[in-house]
């Protein structure tokens, strides 16, 4: 019984800290993966946006696309719209 308490508080000692973003950025983007369900090999384009782009016009084709894309490939939408701030 001992043994399994022994092994019980190694667990606690081991864990690793989970390490939260370095710059606001990093966690938009990271909200903005989770939200749209945005593919492995479209994330790095993401987190180049939320690096490149004002919080504001990411939040605004976020909620953009949330509101206005139903059904499909929400990722797609978004990287429309963002491709459209840019341009204005």
């Known amino acids: ?3 399994s308490f022994q092994s019980f508080s190694d667990i606690f000692k ?7 973003p370095a710059y606001p950025w990093q966690d938009l983007a990271l909200r903005v ?3 749209l369900g945005v593919p492995d090999f479209k994330r790095s384009s993401v ?7 004002p919080v504001n016009i990411i939040e605004m084709a976020l909620n ?6 139903k059904t499909g490939a929400k990722w797609k939408y978004f990287f429309k719209i963002i ?3 840019k341009i204005k």
């Not at 081991?14 to 939260?20: D, S």
């Not at 987190?47 to 782009?53: I, Q």
């Not at 953009?64 to 894309?69: A, G, N, S």
Request: aromatic share 4%.
């Open 1 to 3: 019984m001992k043994d």
């Open 14 to 20: 081991n864990r690793q800290p989970v390490k939260a």
């Open 33 to 35: 993966i989770k939200d």
């Open 47 to 53: 987190f180049k946006a939320c690096k490149d782009l």
């Open 64 to 69: 953009d696309t949330k509101e206005l894309c």
């Open 83 to 85: 491709d459209d701030r």
